[in-house]
């Protein structure tokens, strides 16, 4: 079945570091990845959708200058977390559109980011 | 504009017995439905989606998903629970707007089945 890898599982960093989370579908060509934030007993909060070869669409609230996002190529999207702090810390999950409305995404399984 | 309520936050259940949990939607036009799990420090994992075609939707590890347009729910089910299915569930609908085929989840359920 289709896979989507995201890595790292786990990050603990200083505050004012920036942070890179890669987001890879493994079995097919994705022109549409999501990034989504999670807090602890909540449900997903879409914070962007990434297009591959262009820019992403932010939603409402979203700093685009705090939370990069790169999709340069079909298999991989790219979140940076610029400048993090504390409030930064939360559990991250993207997700890869196999590129038809009827069909899953698939997700990654997430990025654990602490911000000390 | 769409939406999905799933109205409990916690379902409990024996081993064994069946579980139910429920979901409403609210869409312009056909829903796309879909149901995902979620275990600690994890992504999420597709159960079902329904589409289009027969109401009773047969999905991974042994649930099913009934969709009911005149009620607009879209409950999940299974026959006999297991304690490894106590997780965290997500109902979700695709947004018709726009091309990027976004989802809109539910606040999500967590079911415990205890042994």
């Known amino acids: 079945g289709a896979v989507v890898s995201q890595h790292p599982s786990w990050v603990i960093c200083k505050s004012g570091t920036s942070v890179k989370i890669e987001c890879r579908s493994l079995?097919?060509?994705?022109?549409?990845m999501f990034w989504y934030r999670q807090f602890p007993k909540q449900s997903l909060m879409l914070m962007a959708t990434?297009?591959?070869?262009?820019?992403?669409?932010?939603e409402q609230g979203v700093e685009k200058d705090k939370f990069l996002i790169n999709h340069a190529s079909l298999t991989l999207s790219t979140l940076t977390v610029t400048s993090a702090h504390p409030e930064d810390s939360s559990f991250y999950i993207c997700?890869?559109?196999?590129?038809?409305?009827?069909?899953?995404?698939?997700f990654g399984d997430g990025t654990r980011l602490s911000i000390l | 504009a769409q939406s999905v309520a799933q109205p409990e936050d916690q379902v409990n259940v024996a081993e064994g017995n069946p579980l139910t949990v429920k979901c409403t939607y609210s869409?312009?036009?056909?829903?796309?439905l879909f149901w995902y799990v979620q275990y600690p420090n994890r992504g999420l994992q597709f159960l079902l989606k329904?589409?289009?075609?027969?109401?009773l939707v047969k999905g991974s590890y042994g649930f099913e998903a009934e969709f009911n347009k005149s009620q607009t729910s879209f409950h999940l089910k299974k026959p006999s629970a297991l304690v490894s299915d106590s997780a965290l569930y997500f109902c979700?609908?695709?947004?018709?707007?726009?091309?990027?085929?976004?989802?809109?989840f539910g606040s999500g359920t967590r079911l415990l089945v205890r042994p």
């Open positions: 079995d097919f060509q994705a022109t549409t």
């Open positions: 329904y589409i289009t075609g027969d109401n």
């Open positions: 990434s297009n591959e070869g262009s820019k992403a669409t932010y």
């Open positions: 869409v312009s036009g056909n829903p796309y």
């Open positions: 979700a609908v695709r947004d018709v707007g726009g091309s990027s085929y976004k989802l809109i």
């Open positions: 997700s890869a559109n196999p590129g038809q409305g009827d069909q899953p995404q698939h």
